[in-house]
């Protein structure tokens, strides 16, 4: 768990929102009447510090039009709306059009035009959006009044069930969790926070 910043969530959710029109908007200038096919996630980011927060990338796929007529028209329909553009390669030396603009204090959204196929690929992600300022533990899963008969805390977490090393945040230092490998619980209550009492059947 963690301290939620004030209003970070309505921002992500509006920025979610603006990128979701501003892709759609480009896809209708490049192919008027073709409904894109959408492929959408949230990703979570963490820093060292830690804090967490969400990025949010969106793909819209068009079958079957050719980039290089419709690259020009989705390059002027992005400066329209006020992003900067430029020509690139990607690894395998493919063209496609990058398109980056900047809102309020955040970084950069980005988006791109490239071939996909016999498809265009229209790609976008929203800056990453901090929503929570640092990391607290999880309250306990277990106490002594809530122990099932027979059982007793956790030796190792000593009833709290998330990861003694991680405090359940699943990373140290930026890296993954060397006890519990982003499983975020303990190891050895699997988060119940108790273990039988050795001779008492559980």
């Known amino acids: 768990m963690s301290l939620e910043i004030e209003g970070a969530a309505e921002e992500f959710a509006r920025a979610v929102t603006w990128l979701r029109e501003e892709l759609r908007a480009v896809a209708a200038a490049v192919a008027p009447g073709v409904a894109p096919r959408a ?30 007529t419709a690259a020009p028209v989705a390059a002027e329909a992005f400066r329209a709306a006020g992003w900067h553009t430029e020509p690139g390669e990607d690894f395998g030396g493919r063209p496609f059009v990058r398109a980056t603009r900047r809102a309020g204090e955040r970084g950069p959204f980005e988006a791109s035009v490239g071939a996909a196929g016999s498809a265009l690929r229209i790609s976008g992600t929203t800056p990453v959006v901090w929503i929570h300022a640092r990391w607290i533990r999880p309250p306990r899963a277990a106490t002594a009044e809530t122990l099932r008969p027979g059982h007793r805390l956790c030796v190792m977490c000593e009833g709290w069930g998330s990861c003694r090393t991680c405090e359940g945040l699943g990373f140290v230092d930026g890296r993954r969790c060397p006890e519990c490998g982003l499983g975020m619980d303990c190891p050895d209550c699997r988060g119940t926070g108790q273990e039988p009492v050795p001779g008492t059947a559980s």
């Open 39 to 68: 492929e959408e996630r949230t990703d979570d980011r963490t820093t060292v510090r830690p804090m967490t927060g969400k990025r949010f990338p969106l793909s819209l796929l068009l079958p079957r039009v050719p980039y290089e």
